[in-house]
C-alpha cells in the first residue's frame, strides 16, 4: 500500500504537533504538510495531500462557515469537540467526524477510508447526524452472527479482506466466507450495499 499523504490543519500550534506525532507512530501514513484554517486552500495547492485531517478546536462554529476549496477538495476529516457540532460539521461536507480525542488507530483509519470514498462518523457523534433507524428496513431472515457484526463494521471502515484478516487475526479465507455470509443475510449484491443496508438496520454506525 502506497503511503497516505496527509495535511494536517490545526490553528493551535501545540495541537497540530499532537496530531503529527500521532499519525508519525501510524504504518502507510506521512504527514507532508501542517497548516492553519486561514491557509487551508494554499497549503492544500502546496502539499497536495490525500486527505486533511482538520481539528476545528474547541470552537469550531467559525471554521464551519469556512468553504476553502469549493467542490474541487481532498477528502477532509475534522476533529469536533463534542457532539455539539456535530451536525453543523456534518452540513458543511466534511467526509469524516471523529472527536478530538480519538487514538492513533482511529484517526489512521478513518482518513484511509476517506481516502477510498467511505463517510466515517464516530459512533458517539452518530445520535446528532443519522435518522432514528429505518422503521421501514425489512428484518432480516437471519441475524448476523457477532463475527459477522465485526467483519461488516470493518467493512464499513474500508478494509480489505486482508486487512480485515490481520485485524481478527482470523485467514483471509474465513473472511471471505463471512463477507458471502453477510452478503446473503443482507440480500446485498456488493459490499458497499452490505454497509448500507447495515446501517439503515441499525447494525453499524459509518
Known amino acids: 500500500m502506497d503511503e497516505l499523504r496527509v495535511l494536517v490543519v490545526a490553528n493551535d500550534s501545540l495541537a497540530r504537533a499532537g496530531l503529527a506525532a500521532l499519525l508519525a507512530s501510524q504504518p502507510d501514513c506521512r504527514v507532508v504538510g501542517q497548516g492553519t484554517s486561514e491557509d487551508l486552500a494554499d497549503e492544500a495547492a502546496l502539499y497536495r495531500p490525500d486527505v486533511i485531517l482538520w481539528d476545528l478546536g474547541w470552537d469550531p462554529e467559525p471554521l464551519l462557515e469556512l468553504d476553502p476549496f469549493g467542490t474541487n477538495q481532498p477528502p477532509i476529516v475534522a476533529l469536533l469537540p463534542d457532539e455539539a457540532y456535530a451536525a453543523d460539521a456534518w452540513a458543511a461536507g466534511h467526509q469524516g467526524l471523529l472527536l478530538r480525542d480519538s487514538s492513533a488507530e482511529s484517526l489512521a483509519a478513518a482518513l484511509q477510508a476517506a481516502v477510498q470514498g467511505l463517510v466515517i462518523l464516530d459512533a458517539a457523534l452518530a445520535v446528532a447526524v443519522l435518522p432514528a433507524r429505518d422503521p421501514e428496513a425489512e428484518p432480516l431472515v437471519e441475524a448476523l452472527t457477532p463475527r459477522e457484526l465485526e467483519v461488516v463494521q470493518l467493512l464499513a471502515e474500508g478494509l480489505s479482506n486482508r486487512a480485515i484478516a490481520h485485524r481478527l487475526e482470523i ?30 438496520l441499525g447494525l453499524i454506525l459509518l
Open 171 to 200: 485467514s483471509e479465507h474465513t473472511v471471505k466466507f463471512h463477507v458471502n455470509a453477510i452478503l446473503g443475510k443482507l440480500d446485498a449484491q456488493s459490499r458497499t450495499e452490505a454497509v448500507v443496508r447495515a446501517t439503515r
